[in-house]
């Protein structure tokens, strides 16, 4: 069993940046794929970003070029660094983990979510 705890959500003006963080309990850490989702009020769930233990990643388009996704796998922790904010970027953010490939991940098929940390950006 993993528990993710995410953090480092809030309030931010339009333009700003943010960095989530997720951190995970568990031995096994290194050997997950992490992934980063969103969900805005009266939308669908959305992929970001996924990492897997080496360090690959993939991308949505829609944040590719403004959201990095890393991991500290020592520290159990995966981070999502979220530049130049709009406020179509309001949602609650989740983080998700896995032993999926990166394109499965992408889809959401991982096994484990946290319990999400709420951004909210200011135009």
């Known amino acids: 069993q993993v528990q993710l705890v995410e953090s480092g959500g809030g309030l931010v003006q339009a333009g700003g940046s943010l960095r989530l963080s997720c951190t995970a309990s568990?031995?096994?850490?290194?050997?997950?794929?992490m992934g980063w989702f969103r969900q805005a009020p009266g939308k669908d769930r959305e992929f970001l970003a996924v990492?897997?233990?080496?360090?690959?990643?993939y991308y949505a388009d829609s944040v590719k070029g403004r959201f990095t996704i890393s991991r500290d796998n020592d520290k159990h922790t995966v981070f999502l660094q979220m530049n130049t904010l709009e406020g179509e970027d309001t949602a609650v953010y989740y983080c998700?983990?896995?032993?999926?490939?990166?394109?499965?991940?992408?889809?959401?098929?991982?096994?484990?979510w946290g319990q999400g940390t709420q951004v909210t950006v200011s135009s």
């Open positions: 568990g031995r096994t850490f290194s050997n997950y794929t």
């Open positions: 990492i897997n233990w080496s360090g690959g990643s």
């Open positions: 998700a983990a896995g032993l999926a490939t990166l394109g499965l991940a992408a889809r959401g098929r991982l096994d484990y």
